[in-house]
């Protein structure tokens, strides 16, 4: 996220990374009347530039409780600038407060804040395929003027997650399934580093509990959590990424750089392709895109609009299927992108991935 002053005062709402939603407010202030009660907390030596004072950038933040970012400045922007760290936040009940010392007359200043990652609650039990999914806040859906979006990818909904949770950087793979399911339903085999393909939303279920059974068994599932489908709403929080461009690697309006990260319609030759062939978007997933369609909890049904704490959908007569297949355009692997299937039928183009998470007390309807 990035701020620039060459005004008086600037108000601003962080809706560009919006899974951070971190509003800011920069104004400068004359730190002499003040100067007293800030010294012992500044910095030694505040004295001195209380002398001199001058009207110096102050930054107000405001966000979700208990969220850290680091804040850094620069007299520049652009790919010479010198970025330099100004201070640590974690966000409370209040408002926060940072004062920019050395710009002090500044002609013009910028700022650009971090979010500082939580940390998982214990050790990942698998690092070679897990990869943890932080708790924020995200917009689900496409806005209006988004090229190729389709009319089931609305109203714009803000979505919170309270807490965070694992995905699996693959979708699961042949050989992940026959060991736990002992068949391949596949229709491109045998190819064990290949996505599954061809299983239904039940088998898909069926996995996933059975995948929970043998890795509590064996000791090595967190207490609290399970292996179990994402809901659309993580799916499209983990495929984004923190982004809002149409696909987690930017807009790509052209669809230059999409063969880097997805197997699609014109580069697959009809079939699947070992996973992680391809690159991952920034949290380190990969085949969101393309590979297979991914099937989701929860159901095919338009979004409720405003704001919606660990949402899953109400139940519609379809479940959802996220992300791109080998048989599809590159139009069709947005992030946003929906779409939905019977439950139980399948096809040689629609596979899965499991999260480990907190549980969702669903019916299979």
Same mark, same amino acid.
């Given at each position: 996220?990035?701020?620039?002053?060459?005004?008086?005062?600037?108000?601003?709402?962080?809706?560009?990374?919006?899974?951070?939603?971190?509003?800011?407010?920069?104004?400068?202030?004359?730190?002499?009347?003040?100067? $007293?009660? %800030?010294?012992?907390?500044?910095?030694?030596?505040?004295?001195?530039?209380?002398?001199?004072?001058?009207?110096?950038?102050?930054?107000?933040?405001?966000?979700?409780?208990?969220?850290?970012?680091?804040? $850094?400045?620069?007299?520049?922007?652009?790919?010479?600038?010198?970025?330099?760290?100004?201070?640590?936040?974690?966000?409370?009940?209040?408002?926060?407060?940072?004062?920019?010392?050395?710009?002090?007359?500044?002609?013009?200043?910028?700022?650009?804040?971090? %979010?500082?990652?939580?940390?998982?609650?214990? *050790?990942?039990?698998?690092?070679?395929?897990?990869?943890?999914?932080?708790?924020?806040?995200?917009?689900?859906?496409?806005?209006?003027?988004?090229?190729?979006?389709?009319?089931?990818?609305?109203?714009?909904? +803000?979505?919170?997650?309270?807490?965070?949770?694992?995905?699996?950087?693959?979708?699961?793979?042949?050989?992940?399934?026959?060991?736990?399911?002992?068949?391949?339903?596949?229709?491109?085999?045998?190819?064990?580093?290949?996505?599954?393909?061809?299983?239904?939303?039940?088998?898909?279920?069926?996995?996933?509990?059975? %995948?929970?059974?043998?890795?509590?068994?064996? *000791?090595?599932?967190?207490?609290?959590?399970?292996?179990?489908?994402?809901? $659309?709403?993580?799916?499209?929080?983990?495929?984004?990424? *923190?982004?809002?461009?149409?696909?987690?690697?930017?807009?790509?309006?052209?669809?230059?750089?999409?063969?880097?990260?997805?197997?699609?319609?014109?580069?697959?030759?009809? +079939?699947?392709?070992?996973?992680?062939?391809?690159?991952?978007?920034?949290?380190?997933?990969?085949?969101?895109?393309? *590979?297979?369609?991914?099937?989701?909890?929860?159901?095919?049904?338009?979004?409720?609009?405003?704001?919606?704490?660990?949402?899953?959908?109400?139940?519609?007569?379809?479940?959802?299927?996220?992300?791109?297949?080998?048989?599809?355009?590159?139009?069709?692997?947005?992030?946003? $992108?929906?779409?939905?299937?019977?439950?139980?039928?399948?096809?040689?183009?629609?596979?899965?991935?499991?999260?480990?998470?907190?549980?969702?007390?669903?019916?299979?309807?």
């Amino acid at each position: 996220m990035l701020f620039g002053i060459t005004l008086l005062s600037l108000s601003f709402s962080d809706r560009m990374h919006s899974q951070d939603y971190l509003q800011v407010h920069i104004q400068f202030y004359d730190v002499r009347p003040i100067g $007293e009660s %800030l010294q012992a907390v500044l910095m030694p030596g505040f004295g001195d530039i209380l002398e001199k004072a001058d009207k110096i950038p102050a930054l107000t933040l405001r966000g979700p409780k208990g969220r850290r970012y680091t804040i $850094e400045t620069s007299s520049t922007i652009g790919p010479e600038a010198r970025w330099k760290p100004l201070t640590t936040v974690t966000l409370g009940t209040t408002p926060s407060l940072a004062l920019d010392i050395e710009g002090k007359g500044a002609k013009a200043r910028f700022f650009r804040t971090r %979010l500082i990652p939580e940390k998982p609650p214990i *050790g990942n039990p698998n690092p070679e395929r897990l990869v943890w999914i932080p708790a924020g806040t995200f917009i689900m859906g496409s806005p209006p003027d988004e090229q190729n979006r389709d009319t089931d990818e609305q109203p714009l909904t +803000q979505v919170t997650f309270t807490k965070g949770f694992w995905m699996d950087k693959f979708e699961v793979t042949q050989k992940d399934y026959v060991e736990i399911m002992g068949s391949n339903p596949s229709r491109f085999k045998p190819g064990e580093n290949r996505p599954v393909d061809n299983v239904t939303w039940s088998w898909a279920m069926e996995y996933c509990e059975k %995948l929970t059974q043998r890795e509590q068994a064996a *000791g090595r599932l967190p207490e609290g959590f399970v292996y179990r489908l994402p809901t $659309e709403a993580e799916w499209e929080y983990a495929c984004r990424a *923190g982004t809002t461009t149409r696909y987690s690697h930017g807009n790509d309006p052209e669809f230059k750089l999409f063969n880097d990260y997805a197997w699609h319609l014109n580069n697959s030759n009809n +079939q699947t392709h070992d996973v992680g062939t391809k690159l991952p978007n920034p949290w380190g997933i990969y085949g969101l895109h393309g *590979g297979v369609y991914e099937w989701c909890l929860g159901w095919h049904v338009f979004y409720p609009g405003g704001s919606v704490t660990d949402y899953i959908s109400p139940p519609g007569q379809d479940h959802v299927l996220r992300g791109g297949a080998w048989s599809d355009l590159p139009m069709n692997g947005r992030a946003a $992108e929906r779409h939905w299937f019977g439950l139980n039928l399948s096809y040689g183009n629609i596979g899965f991935r499991v999260i480990l998470a907190d549980p969702y007390a669903l019916v299979s309807h």
